[in-house]
């Protein structure tokens, strides 16, 4: 957060989105990104449409009264 980070940052290698997986129990599947990073920041307590902390995520890690840097934007 302090840097800017956002889910637009958040992203995998272009092979990961358009190769289909080899082998294994995925084989022939590919990576979907959205549904992925929708699922990523669900179980970390993340805003899906930003990749940031929920405020009740800030709340939750005694961040509330860090310095501005830390806080959301």
């Not at 800017?4 to 992203?11: A, Q, S, T």
């Not at 997986?21 to 179980?43: C, H, K, T, V, W």
Request: aromatic share 12%; charged share 40%.
């Amino acid at each position: 957060m302090r840097e800017g980070f956002r889910r637009k940052d958040d992203y995998f290698p272009e092979k990961f989105l358009k190769e289909p997986i080899p082998n294994g129990p995925s084989e022939g599947q590919i990576f979907e990104m959205d549904i992925l990073l929708d699922d990523y920041y669900r179980a970390r307590g993340w805003e899906l449409g930003t990749g940031i902390p929920t405020e009740t995520k800030i709340e939750e890690l005694g961040l509330k009264s860090e310095p501005k840097e830390f806080k959301r934007t």
